[in-house]
């Protein structure tokens, strides 16, 4: 079993910056694929951005060129830079990863743009 653990979330004008992190607990493997997706009430959850542990990376179009995934295998973290943010990047992000073939999801974070 593992546990995913999401900071970072918050309130923020458009142009600004938030950094999420997620941190696993449990029963990780070395060899990952950990990410980012994101829900707004009555949609799907989408794709935000993905990231191996050997450091391959997979991003939404929507957030090319303002996002940035990254991890640190020395502690098994991911995080996600957000710049240039957007009143539509509002939503619940959620933490997701795969370790030994199964996926796990976070508790979610709430990230709010706005003036």
């Known amino acids: 079993q593992v546990e995913l653990a999401e900071s970072g979330g918050g309130l923020v004008q458009p142009g600004g910056s938030l950094r999420l992190s997620c941190t696993p607990s449990?029963?990780?493997?070395?060899?990952?694929?950990m990410g980012w997706y994101r829900q707004v009430p009555g949609k799907q959850r989408d794709l935000v951005a993905l990231i191996s542990s050997g450091g391959i990376t997979q991003y939404s179009e929507s957030v090319k060129g303002r996002f940035t995934i990254s991890r640190d295998n020395t502690k098994i973290m991911v995080y996600l830079q957000m710049n240039s943010l957007q009143p539509e990047d509002t939503a619940v992000y959620y933490c997701s990863g795969i370790f030994s073939g199964t996926e796990y999801w976070g508790q979610g974070t709430q990230v709010t743009v706005s003036s």
């Open positions: 449990g029963n990780i493997s070395s060899r990952y694929i």
